[in-house]
């Protein structure tokens, strides 16, 4: 079983900044792909970004290329996610998610294990 615990999020103004961060705990963090997805209120969830697990590749979605920035620190197993230049006024729930392998995940049936969402709700 794979754990996924966020961090993070809040309320912040459009324009604004915000992180997110997702730890998962146990010792194969270092070979998981990791990734991101938001679901606002009405609308699916939907894939953000992804990260390999060295940290040496990433997809972002189109919405958020150049705005979004995705990292992570292996020692620490930790993903994080920076968000600058937020848009409009919504509120959407920021999950981080794996397949708990090194999967590269676009979707959201291509992931078994899932951050609990609230704690990473980005509001602005």
């Known amino acids: 079983q794979v754990q996924l615990v966020e961090s993070g999020g809040g309320l912040v103004q459009a324009g604004g900044s915000l992180n997110v961060s997702c730890a998962v705990p146990?010792?194969?963090?270092?070979?998981?792909?990791m990734a991101w997805f938001r679901q606002a209120i009405g609308k699916e969830r939907e894939f953000v970004v992804s990260?390999?697990?060295?940290?040496?590749?990433?997809y972002y979605s189109d919405s958020v290329k150049g705005r979004f920035t995705v990292s992570r620190d292996n020692a620490k197993n930790t993903v994080f996610l920076q968000m600058n230049s937020l848009l409009s006024s919504v509120t959407a729930v920021y999950y981080c998610?794996?397949?708990?392998?090194?999967?590269?995940?676009?979707?959201?049936?291509?992931?078994?294990?899932w951050g609990q969402g609230p704690q990473g709700t980005v509001s602005w």
């Open positions: 998610a794996t397949a708990g392998s090194n999967f590269s995940p676009s979707n959201n049936g291509e992931c078994g294990y």
């Open positions: 990260i390999s697990p060295l940290g040496v590749t990433t």
């Open positions: 146990g010792s194969s963090f270092g070979h998981y792909y």
